[in-house]
């Protein structure tokens, strides 16, 4: 199975600030990797797919880059409504596998 | 608008069973596959089951492999998860998730999950 490893597992920043969180494939998946944002009590929110396409109606502040097996997800200008939880998935191959999520908290 | 829900959770005891059950809307069922993911208490997400547009292909994460099986119903657009000899490790939030494709690859519309506690 495919291993997926975010860092940091927790972040604190302030409104305004950049923030990239990165993930780790444990074998190369191309560029077959989505990234969620979950919030407590809410349905998860698909952001990017394909490592850098941005879901229709997901702000421009979010991006993702990366392929094989080292991707990023950026937020360039944090907003109030970003403090969450953030997962990548690889859709290499089954099983799919997320990321251990990494948490964003507001400074 | 793409609409999402869960239905069936609840509390059965360790060795027990349960269908969840996933009515979706606002698109062509038969044309996305299907998805549980769950979530349980303090943890991440864990992926647990894909069934392909039209049903005709199903994946299992190994952790409920020969306990859990996924099938739909294109005529009611709706999936189930039978979920057998359950575990108290199973206790979790399932999300249903509507794919991006006919066989597999990312979850662009959830629903709001159904809690399923295993506890004697």
């Known amino acids: 199975d495919i291993q997926m490893t975010q860092s940091p597992t927790s972040v604190s920043a302030s409104v305004g600030d950049r923030v990239t969180i990165t993930c780790r494939a444990s074998?190369?998946?191309?560029?077959?990797l989505a990234w969620y944002q979950h919030k407590p009590g809410r349905a998860p929110q698909f952001l990017i797919y394909?490592?850098?396409s941005l879901q229709s109606g997901v702000p421009s502040r979010f991006s993702g880059s990366g392929s094989g097996t080292d991707f990023t997800l950026t937020i360039s200008s944090l907003q109030r409504e970003d403090f969450a939880t953030y997962y990548c998935?690889?859709?290499?191959?089954?099983?799919?596998?997320f990321g251990q999520g990494t948490k964003l908290e507001i400074k | 608008e793409v609409q999402v829900l869960e239905s069936g959770g609840g509390l059965v005891q360790p060795g027990g069973s349960l269908r969840l059950s996933c009515v979706a809307s606002?698109?062509?069922?038969?044309?996305?596959?299907m998805n549980w993911v769950r979530q349980a208490p303090g943890k991440g997400l864990e992926w647990v089951s894909t069934?392909?547009?039209?049903?005709?292909?199903?994946y299992y994460a190994d952790s409920v492999k020969g306990r859990f099986s996924i099938s739909s119903d294109n005529s009611k657009n709706t999936v189930y998860l039978q979920m057998n000899s359950l575990r108290v490790e199973d206790t979790a939030i399932y999300y249903c998730?509507?794919?991006?494709?006919?066989?597999?690859?990312?979850?662009?519309?959830w629903g709001q999950g159904t809690l399923v506690t295993v506890s004697s």
């Open positions: 998730a509507k794919d991006t494709s006919r066989y597999g690859t990312y979850c662009d519309s």
């Open positions: 394909a490592a850098s």
């Open positions: 606002g698109f062509t069922f038969s044309n996305h596959a």
């Open positions: 069934i392909s547009g039209g049903g005709t292909v199903t």
């Open positions: 998935q690889q859709a290499d191959s089954f099983p799919y596998t």
């Open positions: 074998e190369d998946i191309s560029r077959w």
